[in-house]
């Protein structure tokens, strides 16, 4: 045996470095393990594989813990190993739960020579939990596994361990959760309106945005019942409506038949709001049995009495069931705990058999499914995106809220959950996730909030087309702010898709070899929330008869003096000119169909000569450029709206040559 000095460090406030860390991927022996409800909770294997409890520290059924707490006779071990064992610079043991029981660690080469690279003079409590860093001088062999002994009868409480690595580097590690694409950027806020001294959770929210519903516990206005020849009022269904900001009001207790003298809590609401899931059966004589019942709307718009909803083999050792149903009542997800569930309660799925029944309940796999409880499942109406509440994966509190996208039409892959992050996840539990528009709400504390899930922006989708064949063109676009600087706009094969902050005016204009450039202008100053808009623009190919209205052209009222504001427009079809050289034009002029004839032919015939001579200024040769006068006589509309006098009074340019 060697001794090799190392240092430790506890990282509570750390900075991830690029690094090769691996976690234990076999366990090789262990001194004893926690007897549980399920196979897998507590055991050795719980400590392979990267962490599911930090940054959380908390007794979890996802971490080894020994069989017996402070054990004093004797010390406990875990010995683990690497697929690919290399040379380190750092161990990294997870300790998730009444950390400080390390008293040694031991490293073995592909010889099985051992090496005692940590000891620790004066074992003792060091907190709820830590990331045990200990960096050791460069180890001249390959380490292929890692022995890591406990004093548990120093450390009061059941020691666990979460998760061991190896690390080629001594930088700091910092412990994260799977975070995605899809964390939430913005903070929780409690739901203004609806919540109290008493517990409210499980918010149900109208697919309409007008009303949420949700369940509150021990209400005076509950349903009355006596225990014990005691008055307790238990869980109950509420309503509150929602106004244009999201805040709740009146909220009510909507009474039976939905209510009763048991706990009652409500699901998924049907996109027209013709129906809604309720959790347990409802029976004849007024008792509830775990299971699933459905109410739909009568005509008078009240709730009419529940109806059971079968589910084939349905079975539930749990105290607490939820469901979720997708926009078609089709296919239901459950979260219940049942003989195959691998740990609490998993998340099944089960299709619809016809009306009334459901068939038999599939698991959904370990990807989404761990050894403590996935809770509160969500589907959001894509009928792709699941939402679930856990505290089997790694996450900041005692349950935290996931996110998960079905990979295809089996539901039964999964892609691995990604936590929603630490703005809506805290330290307790976050649970009953439900989402409408672009707001999530759910469940924290006793309370009910809700979180912005979406920036509000203007994502802005579009297509340049060819707008004799509609056929797709690459044309080249410019997005410019208004009073700002312009910039390009990535259009590959003729499809745009960009995002743009809301308050704002923008102009696009659109460029391509042999077509008229195009300019629209989209109008954001009026948008509050995230908002999605299609807009294609059209370019008119240059080819002789082809006819184009000049836009943003103006005059002053009733004369022949053109505007500055015409200026741009005209500037561009001069570089058009003068890009085509062999181009020759005829300007149109038109006029409102109100007035002396004679007189608006001569206006009409006097405008296009005025864009002419500006045209002329800026380079263009006069005997490229003919003018008409139409005055009246080629009207748009006849209608006698200012809408129709803008109309009718146009410039059009038509091509010659």
């Not at 719980?46 to 520290?57: C, R, S």
């Not at 909220?251 to 009763?260: A, D, S, T, V, Y």
């Not at 105290?319 to 705990?337: A, M």
Request: aromatic residues 10%.
């Amino acid at each position: 045996m060697k001794f090799i000095f190392s240092f430790v460090g506890f990282w509570w406030c750390l900075v991830a470095y690029s690094q090769n860390i691996q976690w234990a991927s076999k366990i090789i022996a262990v001194s004893s393990e926690k007897k549980s409800t399920s196979g897998k909770q507590y055991k050795a294997e719980q400590a392979l594989g990267k962490p599911n409890v930090l940054p959380a520290f908390q007794n979890s059924p996802c971490a080894w813990s020994p069989q017996e707490a402070n054990n004093s006779k004797k010390d406990e071990f875990i010995h683990v190993g690497f697929a690919n064992p290399m040379s380190i610079k750092q161990v990294l043991v997870a300790e998730s739960f009444n950390a400080g029981a390390i008293s040694q660690i031991f490293a073995y080469d592909d010889t099985g020579k051992e090496y005692l690279i940590y000891k620790n003079p004066q074992v003792a409590p060091a907190g709820k939990g830590r990331l045990f860093s200990l960096a050791v001088p460069q180890t001249p062999y390959s380490v292929v596994s890692l022995k890591i002994t406990l004093q548990t009868g120093k450390v009061t409480g059941e020691n666990q361990i979460d998760a061991i690595g190896i690390s080629d580097s001594d930088a700091p590690i910092e412990i994260k959760p799977n975070l995605g694409k899809n964390e939430v950027q913005f903070n929780s806020e409690p739901l203004s309106g609806i919540n109290s001294q008493y517990l409210e959770a499980n918010p149900v929210v109208l697919p309409s945005g007008k009303g949420i519903y949700f369940t509150r516990l021990n209400h005076p206005e509950n349903i009355k019942d006596t225990i014990d020849g005691k008055m307790v009022y238990k869980q109950d269904i509420w309503y509150a409506e929602l106004d244009d900001k999201g805040n709740a009001y009146n909220p009510i207790n909507i009474g039976e038949p939905l209510n009763n003298r048991q706990h009652n809590a409500a699901f998924t609401i049907a996109l027209d709001e013709s129906y809604m899931l309720l959790n347990n059966k409802y029976l004849p004589d007024g008792r509830l049995e775990k299971g699933l019942s459905i109410t739909y709307k009568t005509p008078e718009g009240k709730w009419g009495k529940p109806e059971i909803l079968e589910i084939e083999g349905f079975e539930s050792k749990s105290e607490f069931n939820e469901y979720t149903l997708n926009s078609d009542g089709k296919v239901l997800i459950i979260s219940t705990e049942a003989s195959n569930t691998l740990g609490g309660n998993d998340l099944y799925v089960a299709f619809r058999k016809d009306n009334k029944s459901f068939g038999k309940p599939i698991h959904l796999g370990n990807i989404i499914n761990s050894v403590a409880d996935e809770a509160t499942p969500y589907l959001d109406n894509d009928g792709k995106t699941l939402y679930f509440s856990s505290n089997g994966f790694s996450g900041y509190g005692s349950f935290d809220i996931f996110l998960t996208k079905r990979l295809d039409d089996t539901w039964l892959n999964w892609s691995e959950p990604e936590n929603l992050g630490n703005k809506i996840n805290t330290e307790g539990m976050d649970i009953y996730f439900a989402k409408q528009g672009n707001f999530g709400y759910h469940s924290s504390r006793g309370d009910i909030y809700r979180t912005r899930m979406v920036e509000p922006m203007l994502v802005l989708k579009g297509r340049t087309l060819n707008e004799k064949t509609q056929e797709l063109i690459p044309a080249h676009l410019i997005i410019q702010e208004i009073n700002d600087n312009p910039k390009s706009l990535e259009n590959p094969n003729g499809k745009f898709n960009t995002s743009l902050k809301i308050g704002k005016k923008y102009k696009i204009s659109a460029e391509l070899q042999g077509f008229f450039p195009q300019e629209i202008t989209i109008d954001a100053t009026t948008i509050s929330e995230y908002t999605e808009m299609e807009k294609d623009i059209l370019l008119k190919p240059m080819e002789k008869d082809a006819t184009l209205r000049l836009n943003n052209i103006f005059f002053a009222q009733g004369e022949a003096v053109l505007m500055p504001e015409s200026y741009p427009e005209l500037d561009e079809l001069a570089k058009v000119m003068k890009k085509n050289p062999k181009m020759r034009i005829q300007l149109e002029g038109h006029t409102e169909i109100y007035g002396n004839k004679k007189s608006l032919k001569k206006l009409s015939l006097e405008r296009t000569l005025a864009i002419r001579d500006y045209l002329v200024k800026k380079g263009i040769s006069k005997s490229r450029i003919q003018c008409i006068g139409y005055g009246a006589e080629r009207p748009l509309t006849s209608e006698d709206t200012e809408q129709a006098r803008r109309l009718n009074r146009r410039v059009e340019l038509k091509i010659l040559q």
